[in-house]
Each structure stands twice: as C-alpha cells, then as structure tokens.
C-alpha cells in the first residue's frame, strides 16, 4: 500500500504517523508541502501539528501550498484522504469537509485522552469497529471546536456524515463528555462519498500497548484490509 | 499606493469564548458592558497599478484566505497611503 504523510512547515505529529503505520506493517513516504503530485498513492495522511504556525486561523495557510492543489484534485477524484487535528482543519479550510475548528470552548489547550463513540462502520476507515463501540483516543488541540450552521448541521446527521462523537465513559452524548465544545459532540466526519475522514483525535498515538492504548489501531487496519480488498476485487 | 484597511470578525451565530472571558473580565472590573466580540485586524498595501480593480480584489483576498466565510464576516475600506 502506498501511503504518502504531507509535511508542512510546522507539521509535529507526522513521525508519529510514520512510526505507527510502520508498527501496523506499513512503510509511507513522507511528501514535502512544495511537491505538486500524490500520484501513485492509495493514501494521503495530513498529520498534525501547526502548519505554518497556524498563522491567521488554523489550516488557512497550508490550504494554499502547492500540494494541497494535488490533493484536493486526489480526493475528488475518489483518493482517500485522512485528516488527523490540524490535517482536520486544513480540509475543512479547503472545502473538502463542511464546517470549521475553532477556539475550544473553555479556551483551554487539551491534551488528554477522550472517550470517542464509532457512529459509523461500514466506511474503509472503520470497518473494523464495532458500531457504538466506545473507544479511547486521545486529544491535544486548542482550536478543536467544531462549529457548523444549522443546515449544515442538519445535513450532516441527516446523510449520516459523523463517525466519531464525543462521550462520556458510559458512551453517553453529553456535556460531561464534550471537551471543547463541539456541536453535536462531533470528533469526526468525513464526506458525502466517503474517501475524505476528519477527526480531531489522534489515533496514531494508540497503535501500541506500550504507549497506553490500542484503540487506534484499528482505523489504519481497517484502511489496509480497504486496500487489500480493492487490490483483489477491483473494487 | 493605496492601503486596505481590513476587519473579520465572527458572525454573530457563531460563540466567541475569547470574547465572552474578555466581557467577564470587564464586568469584573465593574465596567458596566454588554458583550465584548473580538477580531482581526488587517493592513493591506497596494500598488497604483492595482488601484483600478482594487475593490473587487480585496473582496476575493478576503474570501479567499483573510476570512473563512464558514465562520466569519469580512469588511474593508480602501484609502490612499502617503
């Protein structure tokens, strides 16, 4: 599987990324932000971070780089694309997601673990989860809250476009378990034709039991096996 | 030269925590305020060449990259620079 991770200036999570899909028996290649194609790749990973020091508002900058160009171009025509935090930000900056990330709600900067409920399963994303399943995956962001109109909002439940809420513990939808304020408690999205997930928390950091947890895991599994089936079906 | 003075703020749906902690720390103080909103503020020179479309362009500036229209308001005035 070819997997391309698009470094920004100021990406910091894209070695994490790396080292997971290389514990999960993968091998990416990183793509710098001035490369002008992901041609060949059945993946492109926008890691976290703060790409160009998330200067006017998160996203808005690395939007413009020339990759991005090529991404946008991947992604409509059916690439898959994974957005984790301020890769989350960069595609709804660029239209490729609804919405926006913006200051969480107490102002706080969050860096902790969050239980997350998997709303959807049949995606190449998250096959391999359980729907409802409650799952840990930790958070670290500021600017996290994800805010949307009322029709936007309304259409995204409507076609069923949120995989992952926040919860508490017990899987409950509530205030408890809503760490920065996000409508509808939504972690993540991803688009009407399903190639394009957005989420704020960082599965990448829990693909192993040394660091505390496996819950991530799963999501880069699920994306292989995706993979695997098209590579054997045509699919 | 011409300089636009641009302002983005957020819409008025849209909560500004920053806002609402600056209103709190004002009441605080015992100023009597309504509601505090915060922005941005951006100067934006020109050169004389672009003066003839420069309206239309600040209005795609601002579209483009200056504001996110998901979340944000934009307005600026154009004036002359010595």
Same mark, same amino acid.
């Given at each position: 599987?070819? @997997?391309?991770?698009?470094?920004?200036?100021? *990406?910091?999570?894209?070695?994490?990324?790396?080292?997971?899909?290389?514990?999960?028996?993968?091998?990416?290649?990183?793509?710098?932000?001035?490369?002008?194609?992901?041609?060949?790749?059945?993946?492109?990973?926008?890691?976290?971070?703060?790409? =160009?020091? %998330?200067? +006017?508002?998160?996203?808005? @900058?690395?939007?413009?780089?020339?990759?991005?160009?090529?991404?946008?171009?991947?992604?409509?025509?059916?690439?898959?694309?994974?957005?984790?935090?301020?890769?989350?930000?960069? +595609?709804?900056?660029?239209? &490729? &997601?609804?919405?926006? $990330? $913006?200051?969480?709600?107490?102002?706080?900067?969050?860096?902790?673990?969050? =239980? $997350?409920?998997?709303?959807?399963? %049949?995606?190449?994303?998250? *096959? &391999?989860?359980?729907?409802?399943?409650?799952?840990?995956?930790?958070?670290?962001?500021?600017?996290?809250?994800?805010?949307? %109109?009322?029709?936007?909002?309304?259409? $995204?439940?409507?076609?069923?476009?949120?995989?992952?809420? =926040?919860? %508490?513990?017990?899987?409950?939808?509530?205030?408890?378990?809503?760490?920065?304020?996000?409508?509808?408690? @939504?972690?993540?999205?991803?688009?009407?034709?399903?190639?394009?997930?957005?989420?704020?928390?960082?599965?990448?950091?829990?693909?192993?039991? @040394?660091?505390?947890?496996?819950?991530?895991?799963?999501?880069?599994?699920? +994306?292989?096996?995706?993979?695997?089936?098209?590579?054997? =079906?045509?699919? | 030269?011409?300089?636009?003075? !641009?302002? !983005?703020?957020?819409?008025?749906?849209?909560?500004?925590?920053?806002?609402?902690? !600056?209103?709190?720390?004002?009441?605080?103080?015992?100023?009597?305020?309504?509601?505090?909103?915060?922005?941005?503020?951006?100067? !934006?020179?020109?050169?004389?060449?672009?003066?003839?479309?420069?309206?239309?362009?600040?209005?795609?500036?601002?579209?483009?990259?200056?504001?996110?229209?998901?979340?944000?308001?934009?307005?600026?005035?154009?004036?002359?620079?010595?």
């Amino acid at each position: 599987m070819n @997997i391309g991770i698009v470094r920004f200036p100021g *990406s910091n999570c894209e070695v994490d990324v790396w080292e997971a899909w290389k514990v999960l028996g993968q091998v990416p290649k990183m793509l710098w932000h001035q490369e002008t194609s992901v041609r060949g790749y059945d993946l492109i990973v926008l890691p976290g971070g703060f790409s =160009y020091g %998330d200067y +006017l508002r998160t996203g808005a @900058i690395a939007r413009f780089s020339p990759i991005m160009e090529d991404v946008i171009r991947f992604a409509k025509e059916g690439g898959m694309v994974l957005g984790i935090c301020n890769g989350f930000q960069i +595609l709804t900056e660029c239209g &490729l &997601l609804p919405g926006a $990330l $913006l200051r969480n709600r107490d102002l706080h900067f969050l860096c902790q673990p969050q =239980y $997350l409920r998997a709303e959807r399963t %049949d995606l190449a994303f998250t *096959s &391999l989860y359980q729907k409802g399943e409650v799952i840990q995956i930790p958070i670290n962001h500021g600017e996290g809250n994800y805010a949307i %109109d009322d029709a936007g909002l309304k259409e $995204l439940e409507e076609n069923g476009q949120v995989v992952f809420r =926040y919860v %508490d513990a017990s899987g409950e939808v509530n205030e408890a378990g809503n760490p920065n304020g996000s409508r509808h408690n @939504i972690a993540g999205i991803v688009n009407r034709e399903g190639n394009v997930l957005g989420m704020m928390p960082h599965p990448e950091r829990v693909v192993e039991e @040394i660091v505390g947890g496996t819950d991530g895991q799963r999501l880069f599994l699920s +994306l292989v096996q995706a993979w695997e089936r098209r590579m054997q =079906y045509g699919a | 030269m011409l300089k636009a003075k !641009v302002t !983005v703020t957020l819409k008025k749906s849209i909560l500004d925590p920053q806002g609402s902690a !600056v209103e709190k720390a004002l009441k605080s103080m015992g100023y009597p305020v309504d509601e505090v909103r915060i922005g941005k503020y951006m100067e !934006v020179t020109l050169p004389e060449a672009a003066r003839g479309n420069a309206t239309e362009m600040m209005h795609e500036i601002c579209r483009k990259l200056l504001s996110n229209p998901v979340i944000e308001d934009y307005r600026f005035e154009l004036e002359d620079k010595e």
